[in-house]
């Protein structure tokens, strides 16, 4: 099964900028999408961005589209989130996911992935 690590979180302001990092080991990296998720306090995890195994597809939740660019390194076995202009609704743990199939792409579910242990996003207004 998938390990997922996320990095990057932190306190920062509105109109500033973070980029979260995921590094994934334990099975081939570059045939599965992966995907971030989000979960703020006394909400449901929501669907944050999604990339195709090969990096040449992306979506995005219409909270952060032109905000947010989800993008991979499959030589570094790494996927990443830039997140710019923050907002503080953008707070929320943040959580790395790996889609369970290999060559699937498209799923928004929490069900279809493996998850990380999360990253604490926090912007203050």
């Known amino acids: 099964q998938v390990q997922l690590v996320e990095s990057g979180g932190g306190l920062v302001q509105a109109g500033d900028s973070l980029r979260l990092s995921c590094a994934a080991s334990?099975?081939?990296?570059?045939?599965?999408?992966m995907a971030w998720f989000r979960q703020a306090p006394g909400k449901e995890r929501e669907f944050v961005a999604t990339?195709?195994?090969?990096?040449?597809?992306?979506s995005y939740a219409d909270s952060v589209k032109g905000r947010f660019t989800i993008s991979r390194d499959n030589a570094k076995n790494t996927v990443y989130l830039q997140m710019n202009s923050l907002k503080p609704e953008d707070t929320a743990v943040y959580f790395c996911?790996?889609?369970?199939?290999?060559?699937?792409?498209?799923?928004?579910?929490?069900?279809?992935?493996?998850w990380g242990q999360g990253t604490q996003v926090t912007v203050s207004s």
């Open positions: 990339i195709r195994w090969s990096g040449d597809r992306t």
């Open positions: 334990g099975r081939t990296f570059d045939i599965y999408t």
């Open positions: 996911a790996a889609y369970k199939y290999p060559f699937q792409y498209g799923s928004t579910g929490a069900e279809s992935y493996y």
